[in-house]
């Protein structure tokens, strides 16, 4: 397995695992996949990673900005999705570490994840990366009319001095 930069060419691929995140009801509140181009404009350029073997992608990760605010510049949000042939096999710690390290190196001094409760293999694998549990925000958003708790966990940055 080799994790690499994410180019364009890799959003067939991408989106296809997206909507086998999607597809399972714990992963996200999206519904859709939405085109490149808003995906792209929605997400960091500078962390977006892809796990592939072969020519096959068995997951990826990216950052998008909590906040157009310039005080949170240093503050990303994670999206990590494996595809369902390729969990439990170590790929989601693999792209997270590497996700993490790619932050730091853009500078995030923070980033986050919102996560549903009901999704235990991703809060087991925030934790096992050194994520920490911060809070949960109640009934935050409705999928399919159902209201959706979200357990919010955070990373600081090991190299980006926070005192």
Request: glycine share 12%.
């Amino acid at each position: 397995m080799v994790i690499r930069e994410m180019k364009p060419e890799d959003w067939v691929q991408v989106s296809q695992i997206y909507q086998e995140g999607i597809n399972t009801g714990l992963a996200t509140f999206e519904q859709q996949i939405p085109s490149y181009k808003s995906w792209d404009q929605a997400h960091v350029k500078s962390c977006r990673i892809v796990a592939e073997e072969g020519n096959q992608l068995l997951g990826w990760a990216a950052l998008s900005p909590v906040s157009s605010r310039c005080v949170y510049g240093g503050v990303g949000e994670v999206s990590v999705y494996v595809g369902a042939l390729s969990r439990g096999k170590g790929v989601g710690k693999a792209l997270l570490k590497k996700l993490v390290e790619e932050s730091e190196k853009a500078g995030f001094w923070t980033i986050q994840s919102g996560i549903f409760p009901e999704n235990g293999a991703s809060i087991e694998l925030h934790e096992k990366v050194g994520f920490r549990f911060i809070g949960k925000r109640e009934r935050v958003g409705k999928i399919n009319g159902m209201w959706k708790d979200n357990l919010l966990f955070e990373k600081r940055s090991n190299t980006i001095g926070i005192d």
